[in-house]
Nanobody, 118 residues
Framework: QAWFAESGGGLVQPGGSRTLSCTSS????????MAWYRQVPGNERELVAH???????RYADFVKGRFSISKDNVKNTVSLQMNSLNSEDTAAYYC????????????WGQGTQVTVSS
């Protein structure tokens, strides 16, 4: 059963920006550390960014300075603002609880596809 619903993906030109959003009716984001992950076919999901219950963000080195994660505790959403996108950012993006080993997580949503291409 999917606990998370991601949206906002699409086709983006190199150098462009995109904002992804994640919602859940089962998880209260203000009470936990939430994360964004991404996956390309043939690879495991990798951690992109996470934000703690007290709103401290952390980023993978490959997105540091380009992506920004935030939470809206009123709307119970987690967002990922992505700037300066390049082809290597092309992936399906997912949100879930934070984990160093995302393959151990469950209840994944369908994700949202981001394709960076001219």
């Amino acid at each position: 059963q999917a606990w998370f619903a991601e949206s906002g993906g699409g086709l983006v030109q190199p150098g462009g920006s995109r904002t992804l959003s994640c919602t859940s009716s089962q998880v209260v984001f203000s009470r936990t550390t939430m994360a964004w992950y991404r996956q390309v076919p043939g690879n495991e999901r990798e951690l992109v960014a996470h934000i703690t219950d007290d709103d401290r963000p952390r980023y993978a080195d490959f997105v540091k300075g380009r992506f920004s994660i935030s939470k809206d505790n009123v709307k119970n959403t987690v967002s990922l603002q992505m700037n300066s996108l390049n082809s290597e950012d092309t992936a399906a993006y997912y949100c879930n609880y934070y984990s160093d080993i995302p393959r151990y997580l469950h209840n994944w949503g369908q994700g949202t596809q981001v394709t960076v291409s001219s």
